[in-house]
Protein backbone atom coordinates (compact mmCIF):
# COMPACT_ATOMS: atom_id res chain seq x y z
CA UNK A 1 0.00 0.00 0.00
CA UNK A 2 0.98 3.41 -1.21
CA UNK A 3 1.92 5.76 2.22
CA UNK A 4 2.72 9.59 2.01
CA UNK A 5 4.27 11.44 5.21
CA UNK A 6 4.75 14.94 5.79
CA UNK A 7 6.70 16.71 8.47
CA UNK A 8 6.37 18.96 10.61
CA UNK A 9 1.92 19.04 10.51
CA UNK A 10 2.79 23.01 11.26
CA UNK A 11 5.56 25.42 10.94
CA UNK A 12 5.75 28.82 12.11
CA UNK A 13 7.64 31.32 9.76
CA UNK A 14 8.94 35.10 10.43
CA UNK A 15 8.71 36.69 6.43
CA UNK A 16 12.08 36.36 4.76
CA UNK A 17 12.79 33.40 7.23
CA UNK A 18 13.42 30.29 4.85
CA UNK A 19 13.09 26.38 5.89
CA UNK A 20 11.70 23.19 4.12
CA UNK A 21 8.90 21.03 4.62
CA UNK A 22 9.35 17.08 4.14
CA UNK A 23 7.23 14.39 2.03
CA UNK A 24 8.78 11.13 2.78
CA UNK A 25 7.28 8.20 0.60
CA UNK A 26 6.93 4.69 0.12
CA UNK A 27 5.34 3.08 -3.13
CA UNK A 28 5.69 -0.07 -5.43
CA UNK A 29 7.00 2.05 -8.31
CA UNK A 30 6.81 5.87 -8.21
CA UNK A 31 5.36 7.60 -11.96
CA UNK A 32 4.86 11.11 -10.06
CA UNK A 33 5.22 12.88 -6.92
CA UNK A 34 3.09 15.72 -6.73
CA UNK A 35 3.01 19.15 -4.90
CA UNK A 36 -0.07 21.36 -4.49
CA UNK A 37 -1.37 24.05 -1.90
CA UNK A 38 -4.49 24.73 -0.69
CA UNK A 39 -5.80 27.96 1.07
CA UNK A 40 -8.57 27.88 3.72
CA UNK A 41 -11.71 27.40 1.84
CA UNK A 42 -10.55 26.58 -1.06
CA UNK A 43 -9.15 23.02 -3.10
CA UNK A 44 -5.84 22.32 -3.33
CA UNK A 45 -3.75 24.08 -6.29
CA UNK A 46 -1.09 22.11 -8.56
CA UNK A 47 2.47 23.34 -7.74
CA UNK A 48 5.03 20.58 -9.11
CA UNK A 49 5.53 17.11 -10.36
CA UNK A 50 8.72 15.31 -10.21
CA UNK A 51 9.17 12.37 -11.92
CA UNK A 52 12.86 10.98 -10.89
CA UNK A 53 15.30 11.03 -8.06
CA UNK A 54 17.26 14.28 -8.51
CA UNK A 55 14.76 15.88 -10.51
CA UNK A 56 14.20 19.53 -9.47
CA UNK A 57 11.50 22.01 -10.26
CA UNK A 58 11.31 26.04 -9.31
CA UNK A 59 8.16 28.40 -8.83
CA UNK A 60 8.93 31.93 -7.39
CA UNK A 61 10.32 31.41 -3.62
CA UNK A 62 9.32 27.40 -3.90
CA UNK A 63 11.85 24.74 -5.09
CA UNK A 64 10.71 21.15 -4.66
CA UNK A 65 13.42 18.35 -4.93
CA UNK A 66 13.24 14.59 -4.97
CA UNK A 67 14.98 11.48 -3.78
CA UNK A 68 14.30 7.65 -3.76
CA UNK A 69 12.50 8.08 -0.49
CA UNK A 70 11.78 11.72 0.15
CA UNK A 71 10.96 15.12 -1.50
CA UNK A 72 11.67 18.53 0.30
CA UNK A 73 9.84 21.64 -1.00
CA UNK A 74 12.41 24.68 0.05
CA UNK A 75 10.64 27.91 0.39
CA UNK A 76 13.00 30.91 0.16
CA UNK A 77 12.57 34.11 1.89
CA UNK A 78 8.82 33.59 2.40
CA UNK A 79 6.35 36.30 2.50
CA UNK A 80 2.75 36.26 4.31
CA UNK A 81 0.99 35.33 1.25
CA UNK A 82 3.02 31.81 0.98
CA UNK A 83 0.62 30.78 4.00
CA UNK A 84 -1.27 27.82 3.59
CA UNK A 85 -1.40 24.52 3.41
CA UNK A 86 0.94 22.12 1.09
CA UNK A 87 -0.14 18.70 0.29
CA UNK A 88 2.23 15.83 -1.38
CA UNK A 89 0.79 13.14 -3.13
CA UNK A 90 2.33 9.84 -4.84
CA UNK A 91 1.33 8.21 -8.55
CA UNK A 92 2.29 4.55 -8.12
CA UNK A 93 3.20 3.50 -11.95
CA UNK A 94 0.34 2.35 -14.06
CA UNK A 95 -2.24 3.80 -11.85
CA UNK A 96 -4.18 7.16 -12.26
CA UNK A 97 -4.85 7.80 -8.54
CA UNK A 98 -2.99 9.99 -5.98
CA UNK A 99 -2.32 9.25 -2.48
CA UNK A 100 -1.88 12.26 -0.65
CA UNK A 101 -0.37 12.76 2.91
CA UNK A 102 -2.45 15.34 5.22
CA UNK A 103 0.10 18.13 4.76
CA UNK A 104 1.69 20.60 6.06
CA UNK A 105 -0.04 23.91 7.46
CA UNK A 106 2.71 26.60 6.95
CA UNK A 107 1.78 30.66 8.46
CA UNK A 108 4.34 33.52 7.75
CA UNK A 109 4.17 36.02 10.00
CA UNK A 110 5.19 39.66 8.92
CA UNK B 1 -10.65 29.04 -18.32
CA UNK B 2 -13.61 27.46 -16.23
CA UNK B 3 -11.91 25.33 -13.84
CA UNK B 4 -13.97 22.42 -11.87
CA UNK B 5 -17.19 23.46 -11.13
CA UNK B 6 -18.59 21.75 -7.52
CA UNK B 7 -22.15 22.49 -6.49
CA UNK B 8 -23.65 22.81 -3.34
CA UNK B 9 -20.53 24.80 -1.83
CA UNK B 10 -22.25 24.39 1.42
CA UNK B 11 -24.84 21.63 2.31
CA UNK B 12 -26.58 21.53 5.87
CA UNK B 13 -28.79 18.56 6.36
CA UNK B 14 -30.59 16.55 8.89
CA UNK B 15 -29.19 12.92 9.52
CA UNK B 16 -31.35 10.60 7.53
CA UNK B 17 -31.95 12.90 4.47
CA UNK B 18 -30.59 12.38 1.08
CA UNK B 19 -27.17 14.43 -0.29
CA UNK B 20 -26.34 15.25 -3.72
CA UNK B 21 -23.24 16.74 -4.76
CA UNK B 22 -22.46 18.10 -7.93
CA UNK B 23 -19.62 18.45 -10.17
CA UNK B 24 -19.18 19.72 -13.83
CA UNK B 25 -15.37 19.03 -14.49
CA UNK B 26 -13.20 20.84 -17.01
CA UNK B 27 -13.85 20.47 -20.58
CA UNK B 28 -11.47 17.88 -22.38
CA UNK B 29 -10.48 16.03 -19.28
CA UNK B 30 -11.13 12.25 -19.61
CA UNK B 31 -10.69 11.09 -15.76
CA UNK B 32 -13.07 12.47 -13.06
CA UNK B 33 -12.16 11.66 -9.26
CA UNK B 34 -14.00 12.49 -6.05
CA UNK B 35 -12.64 12.42 -2.91
CA UNK B 36 -13.50 13.49 0.82
CA UNK B 37 -11.07 15.72 3.12
CA UNK B 38 -11.17 15.74 7.42
CA UNK B 39 -9.16 16.56 9.33
CA UNK B 40 -8.37 13.13 10.90
CA UNK B 41 -8.30 11.29 7.72
CA UNK B 42 -6.96 13.96 5.45
CA UNK B 43 -7.37 13.28 1.56
CA UNK B 44 -9.44 10.71 0.67
CA UNK B 45 -10.32 9.41 -2.77
CA UNK B 46 -13.73 7.83 -3.04
CA UNK B 47 -14.04 6.91 -6.46
CA UNK B 48 -12.31 7.55 -9.66
CA UNK B 49 -14.18 7.62 -13.60
CA UNK B 50 -12.07 6.97 -16.96
CA UNK B 51 -14.17 7.89 -19.82
CA UNK B 52 -17.40 8.11 -17.75
CA UNK B 53 -16.76 4.74 -16.48
CA UNK B 54 -16.02 3.67 -12.56
CA UNK B 55 -12.44 2.41 -12.44
CA UNK B 56 -11.77 2.29 -9.01
CA UNK B 57 -14.50 3.04 -6.03
CA UNK B 58 -12.19 0.69 -3.22
CA UNK B 59 -12.95 4.18 -1.83
CA UNK B 60 -16.39 4.80 -1.31
CA UNK B 61 -17.03 4.07 2.63
CA UNK B 62 -20.67 2.10 2.10
CA UNK B 63 -23.52 1.24 0.18
CA UNK B 64 -25.15 4.71 1.26
CA UNK B 65 -22.78 5.97 -1.11
CA UNK B 66 -22.76 6.23 -4.90
CA UNK B 67 -21.71 7.86 -7.69
CA UNK B 68 -22.04 8.38 -11.54
CA UNK B 69 -20.94 10.19 -14.76
CA UNK B 70 -24.06 9.99 -17.31
CA UNK B 71 -21.88 11.85 -19.44
CA UNK B 72 -18.60 13.48 -19.65
CA UNK B 73 -19.39 17.08 -18.48
CA UNK B 74 -21.39 15.88 -15.35
CA UNK B 75 -20.96 13.75 -12.18
CA UNK B 76 -22.84 13.14 -8.98
CA UNK B 77 -21.77 11.70 -5.62
CA UNK B 78 -25.08 10.78 -3.74
CA UNK B 79 -25.37 10.15 0.10
CA UNK B 80 -28.88 8.10 1.27
CA UNK B 81 -29.24 7.68 4.14
CA UNK B 82 -26.62 10.76 5.51
CA UNK B 83 -24.96 10.34 8.79
CA UNK B 84 -23.54 12.93 11.08
CA UNK B 85 -20.02 10.98 10.66
CA UNK B 86 -20.28 11.82 7.01
CA UNK B 87 -19.64 15.49 7.82
CA UNK B 88 -16.48 16.53 5.58
CA UNK B 89 -15.54 18.40 2.74
CA UNK B 90 -15.87 16.58 -0.96
CA UNK B 91 -13.45 17.81 -3.96
CA UNK B 92 -13.96 16.64 -7.03
CA UNK B 93 -10.88 16.60 -9.47
CA UNK B 94 -10.05 16.24 -13.01
CA UNK B 95 -7.49 15.41 -15.51
CA UNK B 96 -6.36 14.51 -19.02
CA UNK B 97 -4.86 11.41 -19.32
CA UNK B 98 -1.55 11.76 -17.30
CA UNK B 99 -1.70 15.04 -16.66
CA UNK B 100 -2.05 16.78 -12.77
CA UNK B 101 -5.34 16.64 -11.46
CA UNK B 102 -6.87 20.05 -10.77
CA UNK B 103 -9.57 20.40 -7.96
CA UNK B 104 -13.14 22.36 -7.44
CA UNK B 105 -13.43 24.27 -4.22
CA UNK B 106 -15.48 21.58 -2.48
CA UNK B 107 -18.51 21.35 -0.74
CA UNK B 108 -18.55 21.48 2.87
CA UNK B 109 -21.12 18.91 4.17
CA UNK B 110 -22.80 19.23 7.57
CA UNK B 111 -24.84 16.31 8.80
CA UNK B 112 -27.02 17.49 12.05
Known amino acids: EDQVTQSPEALRLQEGESSSLNCSYTVSGLRGLFWYRQDPGKGPEFLFT???AGEEKEKERLKATLTKKESFLHITAPKPEDSATYLC???????????FGKGTMLLVSP | DAGVIQSPRHEVTEMGQEVTLRCKPI?????LFWYRQTMMRGLELLIYFNNNVPIDDSGMPEDRFSAKMPNASFSTLKIQPSEPRDSAVYFC??????????FGDGTRLSIL
Open chain 2, 93 to 102: ASSQRAQPQH
Open chain 1, 89 to 99: AVQATGYSTLT
Open chain 1, 50 to 52: LYS
Open chain 2, 27 to 31: SGHNS
